[in-house]
């Protein structure tokens, strides 16, 4: 028998939780009979008094199995998934899904929506006309058998101590926790029924984290988990100082995605897609050289394999294959707006986060949860880190349903980038590596 108050004081005291009392934390707190106020208090002990790894890794598996779990079992062959603690212009889903599956690899995706001033799978497919997100177990399994991959919407059922907790640390300032951010990742990874799982873990001014260190120990934290619940488990330290891509919206996410797999698109976003799933290859066991994944890989986009993977996709979950070589197709936004260099020099800075911000108050995103999403809207970037502007060259472009919102939207965009006159360094995608105990820097 377990007591609410005695828990509590037991990690005020910054004593160690049992995997039975984590149990009967969660059990309780899903079947109504703990409280918010009770639960509030442990999360802030949680916050000051932390929780180690065994501590950590029970929370996960309680809140992993607090609801439905999905059973991959039937999909042949390994099942790897892709997580990523989220971003600006991160479009790497919509590329690595139909690039991994072209050579084999089997991808059963469970994305979500956006929320705030970073992007949703989910959101940025619905943009494709006749697009299906909301795939039944039976047909989600059968696409994958069939085609190779599907991505379907969240469960409402799954991990259900999450959504609750992750509710009730919004509004009682302890989001910031490493453990609980740790264990709110993970326990949705390992009930989405996954073999093998591959983190992004973003950091830099448009990520969660802000700092690389911090990025690293949190890695270093959900690889741990990862492998301690027998899923193979790595993560990968990531840059998100500026936007990953050029797109910043939903509509014309897809089309810069379908552009990397015609063989045109960003570098920084191919670059990571590549690594992704030259990983994905060699844990699914198909190819273990990463030389030759990678070869593989590009021999996929070169001849067409890759976009007609992603054609394959759409088809099979009920949109109009033809956006990929028609883009008006797409949601189209009614006013456009070009921004202008002043003067010559470099971009030293971008704001990913204001960015973002003003691409979510155009429409692309959301503020509060029932917000409607417009999927014509967004910001194109032209320039990134490190590149040359000429005075006069345009290097942003508005998206607009809204002719009021142009003008302001302009001044967030400018005040978005820094310029000098000397050059300034690239930023590098990939910073590190984690596999098991071992940290592999780039």
């Known amino acids: ?17 049992s995997k039975e009392e984590i149990q009967f934390v969660i059990d309780g707190y899903v079947n109504g009979s703990i409280s918010d106020y009770q639960i509030s208090a442990l999360l802030m002990a949680i916050y000051f008094k932390g929780m180690d790894e065994d501590e950590t890794t029970n929370l996960t598996m309680a809140m992993a199995y607090s609801g439905e779990t999905v059973d991959l079992s039937e999909i042949k062959g390994i099942k790897v998934d892709k997580h990523s603690t989220g971003g600006i212009a991160d479009t790497t889903t919509l590329v690595l899904v139909p690039l991994a599956s072209s050579v084999g690899v089997k991808i059963a995706k469970m994305s979500g929506r956006g929320l705030g001033h970073t992007g949703g799978t989910i959101d940025k497919l619905e943009s494709i006309p006749g697009f299906c997100c909301e795939l039944d177990a039976k047909t989600f399994i059968n696409s994958v058998n069939t085609i190779g991959a599907a991505i379907t919407g969240q469960s409402k ?4 101590a999450d959504k609750m907790l992750y509710a009730l640390r919004d509004v009682t300032a302890t989001v910031d926790s490493m453990p609980l951010i740790a264990s709110s ?6 009930a989405g029924g996954a073999d093998k799982i591959i983190l992004d873990v973003k950091f830099g001014s448009g990520a969660f984290m802000k700092t690389f260190e911090d990025a690293l120990e949190l890695g270093r934290l959900m690889v741990k988990i990862g492998n301690r619940a027998e899923r193979e488990t790595i993560a990968y330290i990531t840059d998100m100082e500026q ?71 759409i088809k099979n979950q ?13 949601p189209q936004a009614k006013y456009e707006l070009e921004v202008t260099a002043a003067q010559d020099g470099y ?16 429409g692309a995103g959301r503020q509060k949860k029932d917000d409607v999403i417009d999927p014509a809207v967004g910001i ?19 998206l607009a349903n809204d002719r009021a919102k142009l003008d302001w939207a302009k001044d967030e965009v400018k005040e978005a980038f820094e310029f000098d006159l000397k050059p300034t360094e690239k930023r590098k995608v990939i ?7 071992k940290i592999a820097k780039f």
């Open 185 to 190: 990742i993970m326990s949705k990874k390992i």
């Open 431 to 437: 910073w590190a590596k984690i596999t098991g105990d």
């Open 1 to 17: 028998m377990f007591f609410m108050t005695d828990i509590i004081e037991k990690k005020k005291r910054g004593l160690k939780l």
């Open 347 to 362: 971009v030293s800075k971008i704001d990913g986060v204001r960015l973002g911000t003003t691409a979510m108050k155009l």
């Open 380 to 398: 194109w970037i032209y320039k990134k880190v490190g590149d040359e502007v000429n005075k006069g060259e345009v290097f942003a472009k508005i």
């Open 243 to 313: 936007p990953l891509g050029l797109a910043i919206g939903n509509a014309i996410e897809v089309i810069e995605a379908i552009e990397v797999l015609k063989g045109s698109g960003h570098p920084d976003l191919l670059t990571l897609c590549l690594e992704f799933a030259a990983e994905m290859m060699r844990m699914a066991e198909i190819e273990s050289d990463k030389s030759k994944a990678v070869a593989k890989l590009k021999d996929s986009i070169d001849t067409g394999k890759a976009l007609e993977k992603f054609s394959e996709i």
């Open 318 to 330: 009920g949109g109009n294959p033809k956006v990929i070589q028609d883009y008006s197709l797409f």
């Open 157 to 160: 059922n799954l991990v259900p």
